[in-house]
């Protein structure tokens, strides 16, 4: 077989795989088997390159690219834009790139920079913070962190802090109070994250009927839309496929 024959099979079977793994409609696969190398391309213009423009998949996507390329380009922009002007914001986006790193001290200190005045107990920053201090397993410090936000903005509500309060009260060993918050979380809670860790945390408890329910639940609600779901939650409906007992 010629090698442009040889490409255009292996092109061919990426774009079978990609189809079939990520729920685009079925009669895709036909267009690629009878129409060798221009079936694929049409897949991918009429599929999977509009999936990618403007939206926060196709963006995390472009930016997972860019990592590659140059691994420190967001973190050297990030912290130019918070020198250039220290603003909350600013702050969040750094911060937010080093908890990525893994650099949680230096996080939790740039919090501390910028925590003063008028913004000591901002709500955004304290939920920040608290993510900085969960990642180095100070879990007592971003319960407190987390604590301050409803104590200095009762009502204020952040679905991405309650699931953070939940994990950590569940870290902390509060198994009583982990269950009631992510009971609570979970109705509202946008995407699978939330639902696949309460099951996960009732697996361990040895509350196996609940939490296949659970799991049973996210697979349902997302089985036809997986292949538009941005990536972090696709990784969760497919935790949630593989903790489902057949």
């Known amino acids: 077989m010629p090698l442009l024959g040889v490409i255009l099979l292996a092109i061919d079977i990426i774009a079978i795989i990609h189809i079939l ?26 599929e999977v390159l509009p999936g990618l423009g403007g939206t926060p998949a ?21 912290a130019k834009a918070f020198d250039r002007a220290g603003t909350p914001k600013n702050a969040i986006d750094l911060a937010e790139e ?46 407190q962190s987390l604590d301050s936000v409803q104590e200095h903005h009762p009502g204020y509500v952040s679905r991405e802090g309650h699931l953070l309060y939940a994990r950590t009260v569940e870290a902390m ?5 982990a269950v009631e918050e ?3 979380l979970i109705p ?3 995407g699978p994250e939330a639902k696949v860790r309460f099951a996960l945390m009732l697996q361990t408890l040895g509350q196996m009927t609940r939490a296949q329910e659970l799991f049973a639940d996210v697979v349902g609600a997302h089985e036809e839309r997986r292949a538009h779901m941005l990536p972090e939650d696709r990784e969760w409906f497919e935790e949630a496929r593989r903790q489902i007992r057949t």
């Open 21 to 46: 793994r990520n729920g685009y409609p079925r009669w895709w696969t036909f267009v690629v088997i009878f129409a060798p190398g221009v079936g694929a391309l049409a897949f991918f213009l009429f």
């Open 58 to 78: 196709g963006r995390k996507a472009v930016a997972n690219v860019r990592r590659t390329l140059d691994p420190d380009k967001e973190l050297r922009e990030r």
């Open 98 to 143: 080093l908890v990525r790193r893994g650099l949680y001290d230096e996080a939790v200190g740039l919090y501390s920079r910028v925590m003063t005045g008028l913004y000591a107990n901002d709500p955004a920053l304290l939920i920040g913070r608290a993510r900085a201090e969960f990642g180095k397993g100070d879990y007592a410090a971003a319960r």
């Open 173 to 177: 060993g509060d198994t009583q109070q």
């Open 182 to 184: 992510y009971e609570s």
């Open 188 to 190: 509202t809670y946008p």
